[in-house]
Structure formats: structure tokens, C-alpha cells
């Protein structure tokens, strides 16, 4: 499923560009992922501009602008297993602060996913993660849990979440999805799903 999702955001990228419209690349994200095998993919988070300051923002007929920030977060279905990433890029051009914003996110994520071990408890893993953003003074903009569980459902249990005590069990596949999102400005989150395999931890995105 992951590996259909990112060919389908591949094939996606030369169009995304100023002008182009959230609502319209973002049915083509979906008919391209299931050309590529995805059964009933749902439409993805696909918004520009200051709407990426919005967590869970949807697509609307809004047209793409140069400087633009643009968030998708995206997943396809392969009998009834689920995927899930978010990617954050700019359109054209990026300013000092995105740049600085972006890279806290990224240094955030590695910190999350350095963390997320067997026997770790879930609020620790967060709060890894976490740290990295309140330790650059953003903290008050991140207000979503790290990330979750998934698999026949989008999101399952254990999470990792400053409010989820419990510990990951070996085996356990779970988004690292910290963000950073500045009201009425821009936002970013950087999502990967991150597995315990029986061979060692292993970022599948």
C-alpha cells in the first residue's frame, strides 16, 4: 500500500504547481492510486498556502500560490491494509522561517522514531518528539498526539500519545506525525510509518 501511494505522489509532482487547484490534484492523487492497485482510496488532506496550518484541513478550489507551503497527507488500501504519510513541501520558493519550521519538524520526527522501541511506553516516545519542538519555542503549536497504530484500520491503539501509558509491543507499526502549525500563516508535518520488525525497526516510508 505504501509503496502505491508514493508512486502515485511521484507521478503527481510535475503538477503541482502555482495555479493548480487542492480539489482537483487531489482526485487525480486519488485516481492515481487506484490505477496503481490502492481498493477505495479515501480522498487525502491536500492544502496550500495558510491552510496548512490547519491539521486536518481539506482540499477545496483554492488555487496554488508561489511560496506556498502545500501539506498532503495521503495513504492507499491493498486488501484492506492501510498506509499513511504526510509530506510538506514548498511551491517555488521558501522563506528563512519555513525553512527554520521545516527543519524543526525533521529533527523532531528522528527524534520520535530514535525513540519508538519494544517495551517503550507510548508517552515517552512522544515526548521525544515533543521536546525537540518545545525545546525551539513552537510548543504551543503542536497540539495533536505523535502518531498512531494502523493497519485494517487507519487509526488503532497503541498510540503514541503524551496521554497513552502503555508500551509498544513487538511488531508494532506506528506513525511519526509531529507538526508545527502557525495560525492563519503556514503549517508543516512530516509523517512516516515506522515497523518493529523481527529483523530491527524499519521506516517503511
Known sequence: AQRIAEEALQ?????????AYEDELAAKLVYLMNLGGSQASVMPIFVSG??????????????IEEGDFVTIDMGAN?????????????????SEEMRK?????????QAGIDAFAEGMRCCDVDKAARDVIEGAGYGAHFGH???????????ED???????TGVFPARSIVTIEQGIYLPGRFG??????VWLSPQGKQNLT
Not at 491494509?81 to 517555488?92: C, I, L
Not at 498526539?145 to 487509526?155: T, V, W
Open 11 to 19: 507521478q503527481l509532482l510535475p503538477e503541482i504547481r502555482v495555479g
Open 50 to 63: 495558510a491552510k496548512t496550518s490547519m491539521p486536518h484541513g481539506r482540499p477545496s478550489h483554492k488555487a
Open 78 to 94: 491493498v486488501d484492506g491494509y492501510m498506509s499513511d504519510m504526510t509530506r510538506t513541501f514548498a511551491v517555488g520558493s521558501a
Open 101 to 109: 519550521v521545516y527543519s524543526i519538524v525533521l529533527a523532531a520526527q
Open 145 to 155: 498526539g505523535l502518531g498512531h497504530s494502523l493497519g485494517l484500520n487507519i487509526h
Open 158 to 164: 497503541p498510540r503514541a500519545s503524551r496521554t497513552y
Open 188 to 193: 508543516v508535518r512530516i509523517e512516516d510509518m
